[in-house]
């Protein structure tokens, strides 16, 4: 079956550019997870859904930065008005269930590199 | 202030013998930890969690152990395999919806 999948899988931004980046979670799964991976570190996370609603935000560096999942599958991340800090690979994650002991499936990422 | 250190960036194991990596937290009390796989260019793949109450689990080659009071786990990977080499992620889940993950460790297993 079907994996998590992500696109772009690279997006070059110039700063002060808007990116919007694209996850389709696997189908059915209640919960999605999006993070930030810089070079050599961990994924950071960034928000969580459980289906449409977006429980926790906190993660998201500045207001620049924006997700939804309108009606609880797809997830768009989108970061306004890039700047060079930004660049990093956005990992997005789903669960079948809700809250995150359980199993997270990951996407590739999107590699984002703002110059 | 919280923190969770994996043992080293990079770790060389000779083919065969068992690798043993370690996480380390401070500041948190999480009801879970898991271990995640991650190979260059892909997302993390899951690999084992274990519960506060559980003193150990496996999987296959795999064994996860977990101590509260030392606030560590370590991962062993036994008869260790060229193809195991990758950046192992320790993960604490603390509450409902937030997992914070490790630096990683690189392992390398040399033929």
């Known amino acids: 079956g079907a994996g998590v999948s992500q696109s772009p899988r690279y997006k070059v931004a110039k700063r002060g550019q808007d990116v919007a980046l694209r996850c389709d979670p696997i189908?059915?799964?209640?919960?999605l997870f999006w993070y930030q991976q810089a070079l050599g570190q961990g994924p950071e996370f960034l928000t969580y859904?459980?289906?449409?609603?977006?429980?926790?935000k906190s993660g998201l560096p500045s207001d620049r930065f924006f997700a939804e999942r309108p009606e609880g599958s797809v997830s768009t991340l989108k970061i306004q008005r890039t700047q060079q800090e930004d660049s990093a690979v956005y990992l997005c994650?789903?669960?079948?269930?809700?809250?995150?002991?359980?199993?997270?499936?990951f996407g590739p990422g999107t590699r984002l590199t703002v110059l | 202030s919280q923190k969770i250190e994996q043992n080293s960036e990079a770790l060389n194991i000779q083919e065969g013998k068992t690798a043993t990596l370690t996480c380390n937290y401070t500041?948190?009390?999480?009801?879970?930890l898991q271990w995640y796989r991650q190979d260059p260019g892909r997302g993390p793949v899951f690999l084992l969690l274990?519960?506060?109450?559980?003193k150990e689990k496996r999987k296959e080659r795999l064994k996860v152990t977990f101590d509260t009071t030392l606030k560590q786990s370590l991962f062993h990977i036994t008869a260790s395999q060229p193809a195991d080499s990758a950046t192992y992620l320790c993960?604490?889940?603390?509450?409902?919806?937030?997992?914070?993950f490790g630096k990683g460790t690189r392992l390398h297993i040399l033929p």
């Open positions: 500041n948190y009390s999480p009801a879970y």
């Open positions: 189908s059915g799964h209640v919960s």
């Open positions: 994650a789903s669960s079948p269930t809700s809250g995150s002991y359980n199993e997270q499936f």
């Open positions: 859904f459980q289906n449409e609603a977006q429980l926790d």
């Open positions: 274990i519960r506060e109450n559980e």
């Open positions: 993960a604490l889940v603390e509450g409902d919806d937030k997992i914070i």
